[in-house]
Structures are given as C-alpha cells and as structure tokens.
C-alpha cells in the first residue's frame, strides 16, 4: 500500500504526463493544419480582449487591462482597433463618468462563434478517427475536467 507521500507523487508525475500529453497534442494538431482566423486583422492579444468580453460580459476598461495582466493605455489601445472593427462598442458608465465600459458587439459575438465552430470542425476530424471505445473514454475525462472547472474559484469583476 502506498504512502500520502508516494499517492501524491505519483499523481503529481500523472499530471505532468497529462500536460505534457496536452502539449504534444497541440504541438501535433498545429503542425497539421494552418491556424483559421475568420477575420486575419484580429490579433492575439485583440482575441483574449474578445474572449474574455464573451466570458465575463461587459468590464470597465480598468477591470479588462487587471484582468488581461496589461496597462490601461495598452488594454485602451486593442479595444480602440477592435471598436473600429465593429467588434466591440464602448460607452461611458452612466453612475461614474470617469469609467469606460466595454463589451462586445453582436458582431463580435458572431466573430468568436465562428472561431469556435473552427475548432469544433477540427475536433470532429480527430473524433472520427477513433474508435467508439476512444470516444467514450475522452467523453468521460472532458466531464471530470468539466466538473472539477466548475470547482475553481470565481474571480470578483464587480
């Protein structure tokens, strides 16, 4: 019988062949295929903004650039090319006019729809090739991760 000691190194040494597993799978779906932006202008740092938007919902410009680990000026600059995209509309906050308050347009919903569809479709190819035995095994590790997400501390954005 294992020790506390020894069950939580071996389950530590299960999740770094868990993320390794995760990262050579991303490295390997990667290399097969070019990544799909639906709109190429979009950046990377102009798709976190639109996630974490789609996410959370409207934020204050200051909340978005806490969140997003950047500065206000940066964070006002990536919603100022996005706003220009028509992806993102900006608007003062009626209860403190100093703010600014940003959320996502129905375009911009659109937009991450259409990305996530993507990367639905490119699953789908990966699914087809194993077996129903496969698929019920990675239907029920997704459910585990599902709930132990649903598990994680919530943030404050208030």
Excluded: W
């Amino acid at each position: 019988m294992l020790s506390n000691e020894a069950r939580g190194t071996a389950a530590a040494a299960d999740v770094d062949l868990v993320i390794d597993g995760y990262r050579e799978l991303a490295r390997t779906l990667a290399g097969s295929r070019m990544p799909e932006l639906p709109d190429s202008s979009v950046t990377m740092a102009q798709m976190k903004v639109l996630m974490l938007l789609s996410s959370l919902g409207e934020l204050r410009m200051s909340e978005l650039a806490t969140d997003l680990h950047i500065s206000q000026s940066t964070a006002s600059g990536l919603v100022e090319r996005l706003v220009e995209s028509g992806l993102v509309m900006r608007r003062g906050d009626e209860h403190d006019r100093r703010q600014v308050i940003v959320c996502l347009t129905p375009a911009g919903g659109q937009f991450l729809d259409h990305f996530q569809e993507l990367g639905i479709s490119h699953l789908r190819e990966l699914m087809a090739l194993l077996s129903p035995t496969e698929v019920a095994t990675v239907r029920r590790a997704l459910e585990v991760l599902i709930k132990a997400a649903h598990e994680l501390p919530k943030e404050d954005h208030s």
